[in-house]
């Protein structure tokens, strides 16, 4: 039971290029959410999911979108990459009935755009 | 604008010492005020969270204190170990179902042998 997985672990960017970032969840959770981690700032929300083809803006979403085609993954999309998107991305899932304690995070990845 | 304001940034402590983390929260709409766990290279975990109807909750060696009327919360860690030495957020979450989670800026925790 791998919970929340997060790939690449790791990824290098030159400014401007694009890329996708996948979080899968083998355990049916309904909500799916994407943070990003810098120093200082805390996690920060970027986008959301509620369920199977339905997404949400948080709060810092500009340069971001996603996609939720099916439900066990989210994906998060970088168009053309800047260097202020340079951080560290989570993935979090919970199930839908779990109120406040089901939140499972996958172990990250850390984006470098230079 | 920070919803939820943690301090202090980083903590020494040394082992069996008492570690006091706090936060401040603005938005009176916050109803959940979890505290997270994260070691290097690893995703956040929840540690322990308590509701604004209780003024305390201790688990094991972990006790939150809430102050409802100063929009204020704590993490106490007893008996501190080396093995506690990680980055603690505070956090909180309001009602609606995606339920968001708005964390503080983080504290990085060591515990000196």
């Known amino acids: 039971n791998a919970g929340v997985t997060q790939t690449p672990k790791f990824r290098v960017l030159k400014t401007g290029q694009s890329m996708t970032l996948l979080c899968a969840q083998d355990?049916?959770?309904?909500?799916m959410y994407w943070y990003r981690q810098d120093p200082g700032m805390g996690l920060r929300l970027i986008h959301y999911?509620?369920?199977?083809?339905?997404?949400a803006k948080g709060e810092v979403p500009d340069g971001y979108n996603v996609s939720r085609l099916k439900k066990q993954n989210f994906l998060l999309g970088l168009e053309s990459a800047a260097p202020s998107q340079t951080s560290v991305y989570f993935c979090?899932?919970?199930?839908?009935?779990?109120?406040?304690?089901?939140?499972?995070f996958g172990s990250g990845t850390r984006l470098t755009v230079v | 604008q920070q919803q939820v304001k943690q301090s202090p940034q980083s903590l020494i402590v040394q082992k069996g010492g008492i570690s006091i983390i706090n936060c401040a929260y603005e938005?009176?709409?916050?109803?959940?005020f979890p505290w997270y766990q994260q070691f290097p290279g690893k995703g956040p975990a929840l540690l322990i969270a308590?509701?604004?109807?209780?003024s305390e909750k201790k688990e094991g060696r972990f006790t939150i204190s809430f102050n409802k009327s100063a929009k204020q919360f704590s993490l106490h860690i007893m008996d501190s170990q080396p093995g506690d030495s990680a980055t603690y957020f505070c956090?909180?979450?309001?009602?609606?179902?995606?339920?968001?989670?708005?964390f503080g800026s983080g504290t990085q925790l060591t515990v000196l042998p």
């Open positions: 938005n009176t709409a916050f109803d959940y």
């Open positions: 355990m049916n959770h309904e909500y």
């Open positions: 308590i509701r604004p109807d209780v």
């Open positions: 979090a899932s919970r199930y839908r009935d779990a109120g406040d304690y089901g939140y499972t």
């Open positions: 999911s509620v369920g199977e083809g339905t997404t």
């Open positions: 956090a909180a979450s309001m009602g609606g179902s995606a339920r968001q989670l708005t």
